[in-house]
């Protein structure tokens, strides 16, 4: 079955298709949203809520791109929704939990336990500091950065994916790096 | 010419990419052998750096599709639940709407049809030395009425009534 049929039978809520649209592109769909949110649990209710518009919109698909491309859109703007409502509840919750504690706005690398190099060498650790270093990009360099990098997608198809030029993408990815190398440095000279 | 430490710095991703230009590569390895600071920040840097391109090797739990579906049974319920109370909502509606639609079109037409003879006119009486005009002018008139610029239609067609009941 080709996308169109896919898509045409979704259209008319066939549940066989859209289970097979799920097992198809389930992986594409969570990894950006994992790699996006950085939570498992997250990304996953969010990659189902991603799965639900589909449902919902599958009428609406032009054709005009890859269906692919389609999915990886609605996956984007729905991790980076996510983690607009997610800092704001986050920062509502930190002004009730602790008034006039100056810990909240300290660097995104205040969480990790530097101290040695081994300690960073530990994967766990390594992990949360490649996390820390990607959530301190502005979200758009982020998304840019995410479905280039981790993805692998190509400018061009990154340029579709989020409806900008290619040298928009060219630019964010570019300073996504310059401010990853710089962050990466200042905590790395810190050990 | 050989390449300084903030060279180095800036060149850290271009290193770990694998992208640095095959002359800066050996001003780089020159540099490399006789700075040791360097030569760590390089190592620990890639180490990281290549990580963050592999991203982490994690796969959506098996109970995704039943989760999926539950949640999509849990909306389509709210989805009919929601219709009937608009439904019910939109029966109670129309009635009053039109009820009210009614009162409102009798209370209007009771307040046009009931505007005062007099009200918002006034006479010019005592303004202009030797005017009595019977007329009654409406207000708006007579508060700008002093204002007509001299000569102007407005004016002369007020002058006039003025001088004829004199
Ligand atoms: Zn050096």
């Not at chain 1, 190099?117 to 360099?141: F, G, V």
């Not at chain 1, 630019?171 to 710089?182: E, V």
């Not at chain 2, 989760?67 to 909306?75: D, G, N, T, V």
Request: glycine fraction near 4%.
């Amino acid at each position: 079955m080709n996308d169109q049929e896919l898509l045409q039978k979704i259209t008319a809520k066939d549940q066989n298709a859209f289970k097979e649209l799920v097992d198809r592109f389930q992986s594409l769909v969570f990894h950006t949203c994992f790699n996006l949110i950085g939570n498992r649990e997250h990304a996953e209710d969010v990659a189902q809520e991603v799965f639900l518009q589909i449902y919902k919109t599958a009428k609406k698909f032009r054709h005009e791109c890859k269906l692919s491309t389609w999915i990886y859109r609605i996956s984007v703007n729905r991790a980076l929704n996510f983690i607009r409502d997610n800092r704001k509840f986050r920062w509502l919750q930190s002004i009730d939990s602790f008034p006039g504690d100056e810990t909240r706005i300290t660097p995104a690398f205040s969480s990790l336990n530097l101290n040695s190099h081994d300690a960073l060498m530990r994967e766990n650790e390594r992990k949360e500091l490649i996390r820390s270093l990607l959530d301190s990009l502005p979200e758009k360099q982020k998304a840019a950065f995410i479905l280039h990098k981790m993805s692998g997608l190509s400018y061009q198809e990154i340029a579709e994916v989020l409806e900008v030029s290619l040298s928009t993408v060219e630019a964010r990815i570019h300073r996504a790096k310059i401010n990853l190398q710089k962050a990466l440095i200042s905590c790395l000279k810190k050990i | 010419m050989v390449m300084d430490c903030i060279a180095v710095e800036k060149s850290l991703v271009a290193i770990a990419e694998n992208s640095i230009p095959e002359r800066r590569l050996k001003e780089l390895r020159l540099h490399l052998e006789s700075c040791s600071n360097c030569s760590l920040l390089v190592k620990r840097f890639t180490k990281i750096w290549q990580k963050i391109g592999r991203g982490e090797q994690i796969e959506p739990s098996s109970s995704f599709w039943i989760e999926l579906q539950q949640k999509m049974s849990a909306r389509e319920e709210r989805k009919f639940w929601l219709a009937d109370v608009f439904i019910g909502a939109r029966r109670l509606f129309r009635p009053a709407a039109l009820v009210f639609t009614l009162i409102a079109g009798i209370f209007a037409g009771y307040q046009i049809g009931n505007v005062p003879q007099d009200s918002g006119t006034a006479r010019i009486e005592g303004k202009i030395s030797g005017a009595n005009l019977e007329e009654p002018i409406s207000a708006p008139y007579f508060e700008s009425f002093e204002d007509y610029p001299k000569g102007s239609v407005t004016d002369f067609y007020l002058s006039s009534k003025i001088d004829k009941k004199e």
